[in-house]
């Protein structure tokens, strides 16, 4: 389905009455889960999001580039949706412009952003799932080079996370308290040294186990042989099947 993702069509779109107030609510839960991790697989939407959503709901928001869909071979070459972690997802230009005419806050990537990017978001976002920490929308996350991010935890305390095969956490430490020290006052910037001190022992810095995933370099969406195209067709067509 070919679709103009400009801000004029996005609200044009959600304003024209064609979806129902759930399929809204639905594809707002997408969006709200992406624009704040990023880059994440089904298992990462249906946590976040705070229980399954609807695979018609996902392939409308494919639909109308809400969302970017990639699929391992796996997933591809087959007719039916396979469990495990096979689908990711990030958001699309026409997501960027919902949000943005939401005047909603979100992370996403660098036209450039490299395939070690992608994975080191995705990785941090598996720990952060399986510890149970919520990433922040902060001037701690580094999505420069997405070395380290922050997060809390249930009981609202602040965490750092951070690949150690990427950096140290002294050099964290070094480039937060750039940050912390940027937004002092003339008078606080005299003691910026004691301040910070003060401030960081709040934090518990933590280290982000590597996993291995699925996702690779080689998967983009929609350009297969002709074999997998058909199957992405019947695959399409199975999840509108399932519409509620």
């Avoid at 071979?73 to 699309?92: K, T």
């Avoid at 998967?219 to 992405?232: A, F, R, V």
Wanted: overall charge neutral; glycine content about 4%; some cysteine.
């Amino acid at each position: 389905m070919k679709y103009n993702s400009s801000k004029f069509n996005v609200e044009n779109f959600f304003r024209s009455g064609k979806l129902s107030q759930f399929q809204i609510d639905e594809l707002v839960k997408i969006l709200n889960v992406l624009s704040r991790y990023m880059f994440i697989d089904r298992d990462i939407l249906t946590a976040r999001a705070g229980g399954n959503i609807g695979l018609s709901h996902i392939q409308r928001a494919i639909d109308y580039n809400l969302i970017v869909e990639l699929r391992d071979f796996n997933a591809v070459s087959s007719q039916i949706d396979i469990d495990g972690n096979h689908y990711f997802y990030s958001l699309g230009l026409a997501g960027i412009n919902f949000l943005n005419l939401c005047n909603e806050k979100f992370h996403s990537f660098n036209l450039n952003a490299s395939f070690a990017d992608k994975e080191k978001v995705l990785v941090m976002n598996y720990n952060a799932l399986e510890r149970g920490y919520n990433l922040l929308f902060s001037d701690y996350n580094d999505m420069l080079h997405f070395n380290f991010f922050h997060c809390k935890n249930k009981k609202g305390e602040n965490i750092i996370i951070y690949f150690e095969d990427y950096i140290t956490e002294d050099q964290v430490k070094a480039l937060i308290k750039k940050k912390f020290i940027s937004t002092l006052n003339d008078k606080e910037y005299e003691n910026k040294h004691k301040l910070f001190d003060e401030h960081i022992v709040k934090y518990r810095f933590e280290t982000i186990r590597f996993t291995t995933t699925n996702f690779n370099n080689k998967i983009k969406s929609g350009s297969y042989s002709w074999k997998l195209e058909e199957n992405l067709k019947k695959l399409r067509e199975n999840r509108y099947d399932a519409e509620l």
